[in-house]
């Protein structure tokens, strides 16, 4: 049997102890914390920010990461709104920006502007307002984005960070890792990854809990006992920094801002499913339209805060989504002790340099099963609509079309020669933007029937 305290992290609301809590907490901040610092690294070097530019980054994006976990975890409401979903979320630096920043940040390089990274904060800052819009209306908007859609987004992303899990567990990225695939790296990649699963699989109380932080834990160890692992950049920085706002002086131009329009929107949409998905299967579920637009007005709202406090957008993390859909841990107080722990590393920088330096190999092991269960979420909400014929054809003609021709630039290089035409280009370039689109048209082609109608109203928690 469970004590109490062991029970309470699978509730809401109560606080665990600290030595039951904190574990959990610590899970989710290993499983975020590279990938919310990633981001960054990757636009400020195509922006050719100096050391200190892109330091301040990574310390602002800590304790940006931080307030939004909390805010989104105790959310602030106003009138009929609120701010924050109001359920276990970790939010971190958005990826799905990493490609229009890099475009940003180097057509400023190359046209000699004074302050490219500003450039790209400034269009982040006043862009968000796209994704406010989604989250103020979503009630108004919601028969857009039923399961079948948002299974689609979700199946989308997983495929998409599969594959970087299994470059992590290789050793990292294959074009600048010259270890990349090793027996070496494999070894360690597997070791962490068998440890999660047995844990996962056999263990109970806490060891079951903490599956994914003693795998880390261990495969850290074993990676300084081989020394791969390089600490030294904890000399390079102060032990107290505090975060000072507006420091990269924002820049404010069209171009930049319509460069981020549509993928505040994209954005927007796997918040939807990310919180389908903890709905589902952490609370067992369907998510509540509030909830809903209280986690993308979160979004907007912190990528507003972020862009405030030299950083990129935050958004709510699929890998912590998926790690709630698998421990069905839910307890907010793990959550904001996870949330307090980003606050404290974003004013402490030695603890990110201890955090930023997990070999890839360990990291990639104990997340590949989370990014996978990303994607077992997605057939899951696509299942809650049925099988039937005419949702079959909606999924054959998404995943045709939507995973066929997104990120695939060389099937649709026609359409860049018609100017008209540009923005579709642009749109099928993003495999996730381009899937949620090809879903959402499909689904408004084929009319449902009758007893369709009524699956979906169950499916999504309606009378």
């Not at 998905?277 to 979004?299: F, H, Q, W, Y």
């Not at 979906?456 to 009378?463: F, R």
Request: charge should be positive.
């Amino acid at each position: 049997m469970r004590d109490k305290h062991t029970a309470m992290l699978y509730q809401w609301e109560g606080r665990p102890k600290f030595r039951v809590a904190y574990p959990v907490a610590l899970q989710h901040l290993l499983a975020m914390f590279v990938s919310n610092l990633t981001p960054i690294i990757v636009i400020a070097n195509a922006a050719e920010a100096t050391p200190a530019q892109t330091a301040l980054m990574i310390q602002c994006a800590m304790f940006v990461a931080g307030i939004a976990t909390l805010l989104n975890n105790y959310p602030i409401k106003i009138g009929r709104f609120q701010i924050g979903a109001g359920m276990p979320i970790v939010m971190g630096t958005a990826s799905t920006f990493i490609a229009p920043g890099v475009g940003v940040a180097a057509a400023a390089v190359a046209s000699g502007h004074y302050n490219p990274i500003g450039l790209v904060i400034g269009g982040l800052m006043i862009a968000s307002v796209a994704e406010l819009v989604v989250g103020l209306f979503y009630k108004y908007i919601k028969r857009f984005f039923p399961p079948m859609v948002i299974g689609c987004v979700l199946v989308a992303i997983g495929l998409m960070l599969i594959p970087i899990g299994i470059n992590n567990f290789a050793g990292g990225a294959p074009a600048t890792n010259p270890e990349f695939g090793s027996i070496q790296n494999l070894a360690l990649g597997f070791t962490v990854f068998l440890i999660g699963l047995m844990l996962q699989r056999f263990a109970k109380g806490l060891w079951k809990v903490s599956a994914i932080l003693i795998a880390i834990t261990v495969g850290y160890v074993i990676a300084m006992i081989m020394g791969i692992l390089d600490l030294s950049g904890i000399r390079d920085v102060g032990w107290i920094s505090v975060p000072i706002p507006w420091s990269l002086r924002p820049v404010f131009e069209w171009g930049a801002i319509s460069s981020f329009l549509v993928i505040y929107f994209i954005s927007g949409l796997s918040t939807i499913g990310y919180t389908s998905t903890i709905a589902m299967n952490g609370l067992g579920r369907p998510a509540k339209s509030k909830e809903i637009s209280g986690a993308i007005v979160c979004d907007a709202v912190s990528s507003t805060f972020a862009a405030v406090f030299n950083c990129l957008p935050s958004t709510e993390f699929g890998q912590n989504a998926g790690m709630v859909a698998m421990t069905k841990i839910i307890n907010r107080w793990c959550f904001a002790l996870c949330a307090f722990t980003l606050i404290i590393a974003g004013l402490f920088p030695k603890i990110g340099v201890i955090f930023t330096n997990i070999p890839p190999a360990v990291l990639g092991g104990a997340i590949l099963t989370v990014f996978a269960m990303i994607l077992n979420n997605g057939i899951q909400m696509i299942a809650l609509e049925g099988f039937s014929p005419r949702n079959l054809t909606v999924l054959g003609v998404t995943f045709g079309i939507g995973l066929g021709f997104g990120g695939n630039a060389a099937a649709f290089v026609g359409l860049t020669e018609i100017p008209w035409l540009g923005w579709l280009a642009f749109l099928m370039n993003d495999r996730i933007a381009f899937v949620a689109v090809i879903a959402i048209l499909t689904n408004l082609l084929f009319p449902r029937n009758e007893e369709e109608k009524q699956k979906l109203k169950a499916a999504q928690g309606e009378e």
